[in-house]
């Protein structure tokens, strides 16, 4: 299912299929490259839009268990509640993750896309967590100016990182900035040049699950962690 969210400036398409961001749009501008499928080494792959990598951001090697990003973004989450600009959607997690409950909250304020994460562990041992957003922005990546810093683009396909709650950028001539309300350390910058996009990701903790140097998230049983994030287009 595919909700449409509005302000009198903004817009956003929800699909309940993997809590997607299809598209986000201010002004009539397009500020998300639009959620579609590539060819890549001959498998077609998802490419655009917005989604959570949760239980986990990038790969699991640490465990074992997870696929690359997680599984939240593969499942069919439930509608909660929505009005005009906001939309609640929840999801139960599986295999060892089940009872572990998931809600994502997306909401428009003017041009600010906000996104909240709770991950509550209803279950009978402490779980291991390190989520991020995976937004794609519309960028030709000529130049990639990050906190007013020319980034080398042979970098991004490897992923830059670095340690902060907040990054602003211009991509396309939007100015944006990415700000980490609450579980924001770690940014990911990253594209495979296959679209006109790039990600700029707000993390917990990068790839903890796969780098041993980075700390995940311990959540005991009957806590609950929450993530938050705001997605500003200056005007």
């Known amino acids: 299912m595919k909700k449409t969210l509005f302000t009198n400036i903004s817009q956003a398409t929800i699909n309940t299929n993997g809590a997607y961001v299809d598209t986000f749009e201010v002004d009539g501008k397009a500020i998300f490259f639009p959620k579609v499928m590539v060819k890549i080494n001959n498998k077609l792959k998802i490419r655009g839009g917005m989604h959570a990598c949760a239980p986990n951001f990038g790969a699991d090697k640490k465990f074992g268990i997870l696929d690359q990003h997680g599984f939240a973004r593969d499942l069919e989450w439930e509608g909660i509640e929505s009005s005009d600009s906001s939309i609640r959607l929840g999801l139960t997690g599986i295999k060892e993750y089940e009872g572990v409950d998931f809600v994502i909250t997306y909401e428009l304020?003017?041009?600010?896309?906000?996104?909240?994460?709770?991950?509550?562990?209803n279950s009978a041992k402490a779980q291991h967590i390190a989520p991020g957003f995976h937004p794609y922005f519309y960028s030709d990546h000529n130049p990639v100016v990050i906190n007013n810093i020319d980034i080398d683009i042979e970098k991004l396909p490897s992923s830059i990182?670095?340690?902060?709650?907040?990054?602003?950028?211009?991509?396309?001539d939007n100015n944006i900035e990415v700000i980490g309300i609450s579980n924001v350390n770690e940014f990911v910058v990253w594209t495979d040049f296959k679209g006109d996009y790039?990600?700029?990701e707000p993390t917990y903790s990068g790839n903890s699950f796969d780098d041993n140097s980075k700390d995940y998230y311990l959540l005991n049983e009957n806590e609950e962690f929450i993530q938050e994030i705001e997605i500003n287009v200056n005007l």
């Open 198 to 200: 790039i990600c700029v």
């Open 109 to 121: 304020k003017g041009s600010s896309f906000f996104a909240s994460l709770r991950v509550k562990n």
């Open 161 to 172: 990182y670095s340690k902060e709650k907040s990054q602003s950028f211009i991509a396309n």
